[in-house]
């Protein structure tokens, strides 16, 4: 296969693959159920920045003998943190002046997002993943997938560094890039490891979900890519053969992607022991076929609603969990109108990107911050709609995370599922340490006459009340279980119940076992 290489080129199939990514997490957050591996749009997320990261560092070395690592950062900054900012402060507004259940620890959440290690602060508060209260999940849960990105590009451009200046030429006078090859594919397969050994099958994943350490592989085998095939890199006369070569390698990757979109939960014992890092494998192989630039993935991957979708896809990722929430802590009965909210949702999702793509990310990526102490002049003496608006979210979201450092999260505004199940898990164990005693001394166990009268009137006969009191055994469950703990207790009287679930209404930790 002839190639030769070029001046960097922009991948336009890689806008495309990110407005895939971004739909998947879009619809697992809709439809779990049907799109039971959407969440795995985030690993094409990872790998799209290995890559893209890597391969600018590597030619900037190439190109220069050295790497400015500030200047990289500064343009990091530059391009994420005013959307991050903007969206951390709207979203503090919104919950200060209307979901004030959500204020504690809402200092923590920012300051952490802010410093890009976000996910171990879930991970050392028990915030879990997978299981919410309806109406108390924190809209912050999402991003831990920017702090491992951030604390990429704190660690890897140094590593990247640290291996060329040590392995700086080949026999061939060439700059040496094997080794980060190797560190690369090295350090994925340790990532690799470590999430199948953390997994704990029965157990929350969180952990292992979010952790930089077990997730890096993504990562990795995206800067991988970058070493073998640089973006500078072109098949030169390429003829029928090497066509339907890189078209049958962006179809395994595709298909076995959507496989795994379809097919693995969030939960499954086989994507934590290779699953994930199966699905990364498959983003390589598409991303391959659309850096060669020849046969059709390239082509099927640019197109103007992909373009317009995955230029605005970190926009619509940090604000579709902030709108689903806040949407459905509104809209109770989501249930009951399932197609007409999610377009809604959908809708406010996009209009808010665009505002936010439009008048946030790019006047402020394209900002010479060097003017900025004479623009605050200009801000204070000639202000505009949207100065006026963000001056605003600054200050009541100011406001709501400073008064969230004094709310002691014990005490804080719950839901009314919260308060119940929290309500509950107090008498269970008491409920069950009586019962018991009774079984233990012989006494008949049953409900009150009013609780069975009760009963009959919701739709149970006689029989069957009769029935269920002399029914004995043990009920195990999640929150959903303790949050009916009262009705249960009538209808079976002799039940013990437990219950072991983790769950983090307010960002912070929940564990009960009673």
Same mark, same amino acid.
């Given at each position: 296969?002839?190639?030769?290489?070029?001046?960097?080129?922009?991948?336009?199939?890689?806008?495309?693959?990110?407005?895939?990514?971004?739909?998947?997490?879009?619809?697992?957050?809709?439809?779990?159920?049907?799109?039971?591996?959407?969440?795995?749009?985030?690993?094409?997320?990872?790998?799209?920045?290995?890559?893209?990261?890597?391969?600018?560092?590597?030619?900037?070395?190439?190109?220069?003998?050295?790497?400015?690592?500030?200047?990289?950062?500064?343009?990091?900054?530059?391009?994420?943190?005013?959307?991050?900012?903007? @969206?951390?402060?709207?979203?503090?507004?919104?919950?200060?002046?209307?979901?004030?259940?959500?204020?504690?620890?809402?200092?923590?959440?920012?300051?952490?997002?802010?410093?890009?290690?976000?996910?171990?602060?879930?991970?050392?508060?028990?915030?879990?993943?997978?299981?919410?209260?309806?109406?108390?999940?924190?809209?912050?849960?999402?991003?831990?997938?920017?702090?491992?990105?951030?604390?990429?590009?704190?660690?890897?451009?140094?590593?990247?560094?640290?291996?060329?200046?040590?392995?700086?030429?080949?026999?061939?006078?060439?700059?040496?890039?094997?080794?980060?090859?190797?560190?690369?594919?090295?350090?994925?397969?340790?990532?690799?490891?470590?999430?199948?050994?953390?997994?704990? $099958?029965?157990?929350?994943?969180?952990?292992?979900?979010?952790?930089?350490?077990?997730?890096?592989?993504?990562?990795?085998?995206?800067?991988? /890519?970058?070493?073998?095939? $640089?973006?500078?890199?072109?098949?030169?006369?390429?003829?029928?053969?090497?066509?339907?070569?890189?078209?049958?390698?962006?179809?395994?990757?595709?298909?076995? @992607?959507?496989?795994?979109?379809?097919?693995?939960?969030?939960?499954?014992?086989?994507?934590?022991?290779?699953? @994930?890092?199966?699905?990364?494998?498959?983003?390589?192989?598409?991303?391959?076929? !659309?850096?060669?630039?020849?046969?059709?993935?390239?082509? /099927?991957?640019?197109?103007?609603?992909?373009?317009?979708?995955?230029?605005?896809?970190?926009?619509?990722?940090?604000?579709?969990?902030?709108?689903?929430?806040?949407?459905?802590?509104?809209?109770?009965?989501?249930?009951?109108?399932?197609?007409?909210?999610?377009?809604?949702?959908?809708? /406010? !999702?996009?209009?808010?990107?665009?505002?936010?793509?439009?008048?946030?990310?790019?006047?402020?990526?394209?900002?010479?911050?060097?003017?900025?102490?004479?623009? /605050?002049?200009?801000?204070?003496?000639?202000?505009?709609?949207?100065?006026?608006?963000?001056?605003?979210?600054?200050?009541?979201?100011?406001?709501?995370?400073?008064?969230?450092?004094?709310?002691?999260?014990?005490?804080?505004?719950?839901?009314?599922?919260?308060?119940?199940?929290?309500?509950?898990?107090?008498?269970?164990?008491?409920?069950?340490?009586?019962?018991?005693?009774?079984?233990?001394?012989?006494?008949?166990?049953?409900?009150?006459?009013?609780?069975?009268?009760?009963?009959?009137?919701?739709?149970?006969?006689?029989?069957?009340?009769?029935?269920?009191?002399?029914?004995?055994?043990?009920?195990?469950?999640?929150?959903?279980?303790?949050?009916?703990?009262?009705?249960?207790?009538?209808?079976?009287?002799?039940?013990?119940?437990?219950?072991?679930?983790?769950?983090?209404?307010?960002?912070?930790?929940?564990?009960?076992?009673?």
């Amino acid at each position: 296969m002839e190639t030769n290489t070029s001046k960097n080129r922009f991948i336009t199939g890689f806008t495309g693959l990110r407005a895939l990514a971004v739909i998947c997490v879009i619809l697992y957050h809709l439809n779990q159920n049907i799109f039971s591996g959407g969440y795995l749009g985030v690993p094409v997320f990872l790998t799209l920045s290995g890559y893209l990261v890597t391969d600018h560092l590597i030619n900037e070395y190439q190109s220069t003998g050295h790497f400015r690592y500030g200047h990289f950062w500064y343009k990091r900054l530059k391009r994420l943190y005013p959307t991050l900012i903007v @969206m951390l402060f709207a979203t503090a507004t919104y919950i200060t002046l209307f979901q004030r259940n959500l204020l504690a620890n809402l200092w923590q959440s920012v300051v952490t997002n802010l410093a890009y290690v976000y996910n171990w602060y879930e991970i050392a508060n028990g915030q879990s993943y997978f299981q919410n209260f309806a109406g108390s999940e924190s809209p912050f849960t999402h991003l831990w997938t920017l702090a491992i990105e951030g604390q990429f590009y704190l660690i890897w451009p140094l590593i990247i560094v640290i291996l060329l200046y040590l392995f700086n030429k080949n026999k061939h006078g060439r700059l040496n890039k094997k080794s980060v090859f190797f560190v690369a594919i090295g350090l994925s397969i340790l990532s690799a490891i470590l999430m199948a050994v953390l997994f704990k $099958p029965g157990t929350d994943p969180s952990r292992v979900y979010y952790g930089t350490d077990t997730r890096m592989f993504s990562i990795l085998l995206g800067a991988a /890519l970058a070493v073998i095939w $640089p973006s500078s890199r072109t098949v030169k006369n390429s003829d029928q053969g090497q066509k339907i070569f890189f078209d049958i390698v962006g179809l395994v990757g595709v298909v076995g @992607m959507v496989w795994l979109i379809f097919t693995v939960g969030a939960q499954s014992k086989f994507l934590y022991r290779g699953g @994930m890092v199966l699905f990364s494998l498959f983003t390589v192989l598409i991303m391959w076929a !659309i850096l060669s630039n020849i046969g059709k993935w390239n082509w /099927l991957m640019t197109n103007p609603i992909f373009d317009w979708i995955g230029s605005r896809s970190y926009e619509i990722y940090v604000y579709q969990l902030p709108v689903f929430i806040f949407f459905e802590d509104k809209f109770k009965n989501v249930a009951d109108h399932q197609l007409l909210y999610a377009v809604i949702e959908i809708l /406010l !999702i996009v209009g808010i990107s665009e505002l936010s793509y439009r008048f946030v990310e790019v006047p402020f990526g394209k900002y010479d911050y060097k003017q900025l102490f004479s623009e /605050l002049y200009h801000f204070m003496s000639h202000t505009r709609i949207r100065e006026i608006i963000l001056g605003i979210l600054a200050i009541i979201g100011g406001v709501g995370i400073l008064q969230s450092t004094t709310v002691n999260p014990k005490q804080a505004n719950h839901t009314e599922l919260a308060n119940r199940i929290q309500k509950n898990a107090k008498t269970e164990k008491e409920n069950n340490k009586n019962l018991a005693k009774d079984i233990k001394s012989g006494k008949k166990v049953k409900s009150s006459n009013k609780d069975q009268s009760q009963l009959e009137k919701n739709g149970l006969t006689a029989a069957q009340v009769k029935e269920a009191q002399n029914l004995s055994g043990t009920a195990v469950g999640d929150s959903v279980m303790l949050a009916g703990h009262d009705d249960l207790q009538k209808i079976f009287p002799v039940f013990t119940l437990t219950l072991k679930f983790h769950v983090n209404p307010l960002q912070r930790s929940l564990t009960l076992k009673v």
